[in-house]
Nanobody, 113 residues
Framework: VQLQASGGGTVQAGGSLRLSCTAS????????MAWHRQATGKQRELVAS????????NYGDSVKGRFTISRDNAKNTLYLEMKDVQVEDTGVYYC???????WGRGTLVTVSS
């Protein structure tokens, strides 16, 4: 299982960012996928998850209404559209395959005030 997240960077509060995760080594289209994040000194938390076909999504309370998770099964790619980002969204974002608890290398998102 390989999960490679990208798209992180520094953005001003109120701005937008789009993360991507390319997956390989397993059948992407039959797996629930998720994004988690970890801020310095804090525990990891679920940001969002998405069903195999993309029709069912779930979000952490802190990102509801601002973030959108999506997937392209033809491209084995998971996305996280982040809008109206806040300083509290700063952290390392990880692409996760929950079925095997597989975590990719994260991508750092820094939100400046």
């Amino acid at each position: 299982v390989q999960l490679q997240a990208s798209g992180g960077g520094t953005v001003q509060a109120g701005g937008s960012l789009r993360l991507s995760c390319t997956a390989s080594g397993f059948m992407f289209n039959i797996n629930v996928m998720a994004w988690h994040r970890q801020a310095t000194g804090k525990q990891r938390e679920l940001v969002a998850s998405i069903s195999r076909g993309g029709g069912i999504t779930n979000y952490g309370d802190s990102v509801k209404g601002r973030f959108t998770i999506s997937r392209d099964n033809a491209k084995n790619t998971l996305y996280l559209e982040m809008k109206d980002v806040q300083v509290e969204d700063t952290g390392v974002y990880y692409c996760v395959r929950p079925a095997s608890d597989s975590w990719g290398r994260g991508t750092l998102v820094t939100v400046s005030s």
